[in-house]
Structure formats: C-alpha cells, structure tokens
C-alpha cells in the first residue's frame, strides 16, 4: 500500500491508502474524498477528477501528452493549471508513495 494526500481547495488535508496499481481516483473515491467526483468511472470522458500536481511530484508523474485523450479532457475542466491532471490518469507506483495533490474549488 502507499499514500496518497489530497488537499481541499480550502487546504484541508485527506491522506489515503492506496494499493499499487491503482488509480489516485479510485483511492478518492474509495475514501469518500470529497471533490474528487469521478462522474466517468475513470474513463478519463468527464474531467471530474481534476487535480493539480505539487510541484515536488511534477517530475515523477509527467504531464498529459500533447494530443491526447486527457490533455482533450482538461480542456473542459474548470480553472485548470499548468501542473493539473485528470487522477484517474495517475496509476500508483511504490515511488509515487507520499503524493500530495490539491484539488480545484469546484469540479464543473
């Protein structure tokens, strides 16, 4: 298992466990993390699961590539940021053990 924090946009903290292997959505959502809504399943088709990288992971987890399906789904996703991603994108490794994600103010 590793962990996993996501701050709220209000900067309340949520850290999770996680099992290597899956997704950062499904760790919010298997926890009742609030903002993290995941409307898709995961299907990176929504945007939902927005979340921005702090920049101490940025060089681990990389940015969506240029042209492809979640690059086009942040398009739609609220007030998005050089560093945000979609977390059903980002699949668990033992060396993303400790990623802090912040979340935006609002999904939609």
Not at 30 to 51: K, L, S, W
Request: hydrophobic letters at 40%.
């Amino acid at each position: 298992m590793a962990k996993v924090t996501f701050i709220e946009h209000n900067g309340i903290p949520h850290t999770v466990e996680i099992a290597i292997g899956k997704t950062v959505m499904e760790a919010a959502v298997n926890n009742n993390v609030r903002g993290i809504d995941a409307d898709c399943g995961g299907e990176c088709a929504c945007a939902t699961c927005h979340v921005y990288i702090e920049p101490a992971w940025l060089d681990k987890i990389g940015l969506p590539a240029d042209g492809s399906q979640e690059a086009s789904m942040l398009s739609f996703a609220a007030v998005t940021q050089p560093d945000s991603r979609l977390s059903c994108q980002i699949v668990m490794t033992a060396e993303l053990d400790g990623l802090v994600v912040r979340m935006p103010e609002g999904q939609h």
